[in-house]
């Protein structure tokens, strides 16, 4: 059957995703499986078992998001977990290659550190922490996890700490402190890292 209007077409591969983007929209995103696993409802009969996958997504440039997707099969979940993330972006406070300052967030009985580290030092992370952290495009940060090492709360508690960021200025006046206290030593530039 020949299809008699193109145009139909088009708006059904789009509907589909199979279309390319509009003109200006181009972020290329980075699209991360952090976890997948089987989980289970139980119902009258017994049990009903589907899959539950948590991506995330960035665009490498201060941008990322996170989703969690629930389907019967891994592909599903995975889409619905990506379509989440991507709707769930957000901006994060980055400066050069790290964050502007140390925070410590909890989400559920996870608790995660994030501390700026000095241009060469890479994420030094694991699991969900580093898929966060490297989504949203820091490449230098050093993070520990103080609480529960469940990689879905570790991972929402990194996210959410770096959208807990302030830029250097709105926190030294939050803290009650000059910008030069809060900065880290390699960027303050005047001698301060002699011992």
């Known amino acids: 059957m020949v299809n008699k209007n193109p145009q ?5 591969e789009a509907r589909r995703g199979g ?3 509009p003109e200006g929209e181009t972020p290329e995103l980075d699209i991360r499986i952090v976890d997948v696993t089987r989980v289970a409802k139980v119902i009258q009969g017994g049990r009903r078992f589907a899959f539950r996958a948590l991506i995330v997504v960035g665009d490498n440039n201060g941008r990322v998001g996170i989703g969690m997707g629930k389907a019967r099969s891994v592909q599903d979940a995975i889409r619905k977990a990506t379509d989440r993330a991507r709707a769930n972006m957000q901006r994060v406070e980055i400066i ?5 300052h140390e925070v410590i967030q909890k989400y559920g009985s996870a608790k995660v550190m994030l501390k700026p580290a000095s241009p060469g030092t890479g ?14 495009g820091v490449r230098d ?3 520990k996890s103080l609480g529960s090492p469940n990689k879905l709360n570790t991972t ?3 996210f959410e700490g770096l959208r807990s960021l302030k830029n250097i200025s709105e926190e030294a006046r939050r803290r009650g402190k000059s910008v ?4 880290p030593f390699w960027r303050r530039g005047n001698g301060s890292d002699d011992n």
Not at 96 to 100: A, E
Not at 123 to 136: F, N, P, Q, S, Y
């Open 96 to 100: 050069g290659s790290t964050i502007p």
């Open 123 to 136: 994420v030094i992370a694991g699991g969900g922490v580093r898929a966060v952290l490297e989504a949203a």
């Open 141 to 143: 940060v050093l993070t």
């Open 19 to 21: 279309a390319s983007r």
């Open 8 to 12: 139909k077409g088009r708006e059904r």
């Open 156 to 158: 929402y508690a990194t």
């Open 180 to 183: 030069a206290d809060i900065q």
